[in-house]
């Protein structure tokens, strides 16, 4: 079973208004029983606020890596990350892990 070991902000972009966020985290996820080490995954929370605003400056977002939500709520985040960890799962951690990078950019990614 897999689980995350880490949850970190590595950076917070507020705008003027509580529905405009960019939150860039980092989540530890390995094997429940294997101490100390795991794979490193990232993503960033953006608010469809902040999404919009990024389009239309000409960016192009590709969705692999983000979560959209219009509210900012850590106990949901916490709990979707453990629903998509939970439905990637599989006894072969190559393949948990590989299952998790359609979600998540891998540090493994190449």
């Known amino acids: 079973m897999l689980v995350i070991k880490a949850l970190t902000k590595i950076f917070e972009d507020w705008g003027?208004?509580?529905d405009d966020?960019?939150?860039t985290y980092h989540v530890d996820i390995s094997p429940k029983e294997i101490n100390g080490a795991s794979d490193l995954f990232s993503?960033?929370?953006i608010s469809p606020r902040r999404l919009e605003r990024m389009?239309?400056?000409g960016?192009?977002?590709i969705g692999r890596g983000h979560i959209i939500t219009g509210d900012f709520n850590e106990?949901?985040?916490e709990e979707t990350l453990r629903h998509i960890i939970n439905k990637c799962s599989d006894g072969d951690i190559n393949k948990a892990n590989h299952?998790?990078?359609k979600y998540f950019r891998w540090e493994m990614d190449e």
Do not use: R
């Open 16 to 18: 003027d208004d509580i």
């Open 21 to 23: 966020f960019y939150i």
């Open 43 to 45: 993503f960033e929370l």
């Open 55 to 57: 389009v239309g400056q």
């Open 59 to 61: 960016d192009i977002i």
């Open 75 to 77: 106990k949901k985040l």
């Open 99 to 101: 299952n998790l990078s």
